[in-house]
């Protein structure tokens, strides 16, 4: 018998009433929130300088206060606690992705780093966000400035290094480090010591999600990527790479202040563990 060619047309999507409703209120509540945003901007500035405190305060209730609460209560539900190859960030976001991983101790790690030209960064304190803040806004170098904490296995980086551009804390190259638990293996069973994200600053700008200050990362983080693993390679003869072809699929995303990121997926492993420990004497 033939066949009718009705039968081989696509089946036609039925609307729901529902997901109409739904979509309509989600796009009203986007333009409400953006309008209710220009009428505070907006009228706020006719009572003069009471106003204009008014909406800073505003700004720094919504920006530090009410969005981040938010984010913790949403992410806490809907994104997944085991190892997805992304950092996350204080407020529960997907952060920047894991992109390279070490073998050997701590010790060896900070002496392959220091003889490839890394500075170690400053723990996050008053003194020193204070310091960064000056630093950036007199442009003036600050070569240990702190950098914002992302968790990897629940709990917040071990230690960061970095290579501030031209004299300026606004543009650096940096990369943190987590040791992953006792026993721990990756998707595949690779055992590795540390894992970390290097990701290159390009300036400072407002988070897209939380609209706190940030710096602004570069999209392409294979080019950071590989540039950690060229200097440590550059400085230390006795450290050998292996890298981990598709260990994630390539994709596009957006990092925790909403910059866009890139990848091909793959994973470096740093060898470090014929590399002495630099003296400090």
């Known amino acids: 018998m033939g066949s009718n060619v009705d ?15 739904d979509q309509f209120f989600f796009v009203f509540a986007g333009v409400a929130a953006v309008w209710l945003a220009w009428l505070i901007f907006t009228e706020s500035f006719q009572f003069g300088w009471f106003g204009i405190l008014f909406f800073i305060a505003f700004w720094v209730m919504l920006a530090y206060l009410v969005l981040p609460r938010l984010h913790r209560i949403l992410t806490a539900i809907y994104v997944p606690e085991y190892f997805i190859g992304r950092a996350r960030t204080s407020d ?4 920047d992705p894991i992109n390279l991983a070490v073998l050997g101790d701590d010790a060896q790690l900070h ?3 220091e003889r490839a030209g890394w500075i170690r960064a400053d723990p996050i304190t008053l003194q020193s966000s204070w310091r960064i803040i000056t630093a950036t ?23 960061a290094y970095q290579q501030e551009v031209a004299g300026n804390p606004a543009k650096r190259h940096h990369v943190r480090f987590w040791r992953t638990p006792e026993g721990w293996l990756l998707p595949g069973g690779t055992r590795v010591d540390w894992l970390a994200a290097g990701t290159f600053d390009r300036a400072v700008g407002l988070s897209l999600f939380t609209l706190q200050v940030t710096h602004k990362i570069d999209a392409n983080t294979d ?8 200097t440590v390679l550059a400085g230390n003869t006795d450290v050998t790479v292996q890298t981990l072809e598709n ?12 910059d866009s990121i890139r990848t091909d ?5 740093l060898d470090v563990n014929r590399v002495t420990e630099v003296s400090h004497d």
Do not use: I
């Not at 529960?92 to 952060?95: N, Y």
């Not at 170098?141 to 968790?151: H, K």
């Open 92 to 95: 529960g976001l997907l952060g």
């Open 247 to 258: 260990f994630s699929t390539g994709y596009h995303s957006r990092n925790g202040g909403g």
């Open 265 to 269: 997926g793959n994973l470096p492993v």
């Open 111 to 113: 002496a392959a780093m």
């Open 7 to 21: 039968d081989q047309s696509p089946p036609r999507r039925r609307l729901s009433v529902t997901a109409v409703f």
């Open 223 to 230: 080019v950071e990527r590989d540039h950690v693993v060229a």
């Open 137 to 159: 806004l007199n442009r003036r170098s600050y070569d240990e400035a702190p950098v914002s904490p992302l968790f990897l296995f629940g709990r917040v980086h071990d230690f």
